[in-house]
């Protein structure tokens, strides 16, 4: 056994008391394959009790809305028989010791008209992303979006409120606001993607307002303590963003402004893929954020036991969050606590539909596990 791992120890702060610092990254794996895009105990709640040694797991992006969809096969907490689906998941979850919080998502212009019965997707601006849209009949070019009115951002920052107060009753320990990866709050931050002239574009404060109005309507439904943000400060070239010289300038004024909530955690990621030769991105996500944000900070992105152990070590995070590693380790705590080598992960297998690749990774370690 080896205990004494910075990722192993307790984590406790004033809004979170967790028995260790690895964490399950949010991932989407479209196994909501039902008309009503409900999750299920026997297949998500399955998964996530399988996982329930993590100090926590962050569910995949859930949409908030109809609006909000963006890829097949992804849940929703939006509607009550959502509700009742995820409330049978967290029971599992809690049933098996763990703690979990759902990830709110809205894609933005990610999605397409196939998903909206022929109408635009909302974003900030008329800006087409360029990319893929994962669609039912498979992947699709992405369109022109249609450029949000100030009726719909309330309506979204509506949405979100009511997503979060449905977290709150399908028994979730709280939620992550999903402002990462090239989707809607991404979409709002960057000048690349947001050409308004209204309170919510034209300045790094308007751009970054919208993530500010939707926690606060947020933390109407359930407490500060149990809201987490995640963003992706320094994502270039993948879902449609692309970085410029006000980028980092953004992420530094909103880090910094959301050190006036008392979140749960501030969880980032480091870069995708090689930005070094980009001048104006940050090429150290933790480096750069550790010593502006006062709160919890996670970590994430290329993280395995012996990088994830040396990051907390170094005081650059509090937590870890894995990803990949979690889709074919569900004992990934217990592996690293025994040393025992980690299970590869099938990329054929992380959106196709049932138990296959899913449900079958082994549950090696816990088996071996003194008592
Ligand atoms: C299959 C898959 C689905 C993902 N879905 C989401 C998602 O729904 N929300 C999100 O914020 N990130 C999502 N991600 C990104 C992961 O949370 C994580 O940032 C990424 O995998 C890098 O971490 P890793 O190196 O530990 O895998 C997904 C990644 C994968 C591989």
Do not use: C
């Not at 993590?54 to 949409?63: F, N, P, R, V, Y």
């Not at 996500?285 to 994430?300: D, E, F, Q, S, V």
């Amino acid at each position: 056994m080896n205990n004494d791992q910075p990722l192993l120890q307790p984590y406790r702060s004033e809004n979170l008391n967790i028995p260790n610092r690895v964490v399950m990254a949010p991932m989407t794996r479209s196994r909501a394959d039902n008309s009503g895009k409900v999750p299920t105990a026997a297949l998500q709640g399955e998964y996530y009790a399988l996982r329930a040694s993590a100090g926590l797991i962050i569910t995949e992006g859930s949409q908030v809305s109809e609006q909000a969809v963006g890829y097949i096969n992804t849940p929703g907490i939006h509607s009550e028989a959502q509700v009742a689906g995820w409330k049978e998941v967290t029971q599992k979850v809690h049933a098996a010791g763990g703690r979990i919080f759902i990830q709110l998502w809205h894609v933005g212009r990610i999605s397409h008209p196939d998903f909206h019965n022929g109408e635009l997707p909302l974003a900030p601006s008329a800006l087409n992303p360029k990319a893929k849209s994962y669609t039912p009949q498979g992947f699709k070019d992405t369109v022109t979006p249609k450029a949000m009115t100030l009726e719909e951002i309330e309506t979204t920052i509506h949405d979100f409120a009511k997503a979060a107060k449905n977290a709150v009753a399908a028994g979730f320990d709280g939620v992550e606001i999903h402002a990462s990866n090239g989707y809607l709050f991404h979409q709002f931050f960057s000048g690349t993607s947001n050409h308004r002239t209204d309170a919510y574009g034209g300045s790094i404060e308007k751009r970054a307002r919208f993530l500010f109005d939707v926690v606060d309507a947020v933390k109407q439904e359930i407490p500060e303590g149990k809201i987490g943000v995640r963003m992706n400060p320094s994502l270039n070239g993948i879902f449609g963003m692309t970085m410029d010289e006000e980028s980092v300038p953004t992420f530094d004024y909103i880090v910094n402004k959301l050190n006036e909530y008392d979140l749960a955690y501030l969880h980032l990621s480091e870069p995708f893929n090689d930005v070094s030769d980009i001048p104006y991105a940050e090429t150290e996500i933790a480096k750069r954020y550790r010593p502006i944000y006062k709160g919890t900070l996670m970590i994430n992105a290329g993280f395995d036991q012996e990088k994830g152990n040396a990051v907390i070590k170094r005081g650059d995070a509090d937590l870890v969050s894995f990803g990949k590693p979690y889709i074919s380790n569900p004992d990934l705590v217990e592996r690293f606590a025994q040393d025992i080598p980690l299970a590869e992960w099938d990329d054929s297998t992380f959106y196709t539909p049932g138990k296959k690749g899913y449900l079958d990774y082994p549950v090696e370690a816990r088996e071996t596990q003194e008592v």
